[in-house]
């Protein structure tokens, strides 16, 4: 994260016990007063679902094409069910389908790189 999104989500935190007291009775504020509270109090929560959204994304399972420090490529991910899924895994010229559930990783079939539509053969 970088320092502007920490700064403001370090005076959305400092600023909701003070936002959340009544200082004052209702009858003494105008309409609009309601109305520019109500519509800051909905920017909060937007903004904190959003950061909520980009935190998750951060921390979630790596994304196909994202692993390419050596020599396996995660090619394509196939959520299939809760707790099961197909992956696509590339070694050199080939290409493994394996299917992993919690119970347990069976590899379902082997192909050449150049078979699959979309990618290029690395030699």
């Known amino acids: 994260m970088n320092a ?23 009858a003494s504020h105008g309409p609009t007063y309601y109305l520019l509270k ?15 959204y980009y935190a998750l994304k951060k921390v979630s399972w790596p994304q196909a094409g994202v692993l390419k420090d050596g020599p396996l490529e995660l090619l394509q991910v196939l959520p299939v069910d809760v707790g099961r899924r197909i992956y696509l895994v590339g070694l ?8 992993w559930s919690q119970d347990s990783v069976a590899l379902v079939g082997e192909l050449a790189r150049s ?4 990618t290029s053969s690395h030699a």
């Open 115 to 118: 078979e699959i539509e979309g």
């Open 38 to 52: 109500a519509l800051l109090s909905l920017l909060i929560v937007v903004a904190l679902i959003m950061l909520t």
């Open 4 to 26: 502007r999104t920490l700064s403001v989500i370090g005076l959305l935190v400092s600023a909701a016990p003070a936002w959340c007291q009544q200082e004052m009775p209702l």
């Open 92 to 99: 050199k010229d080939r290409a493994y389908i394996i299917a």
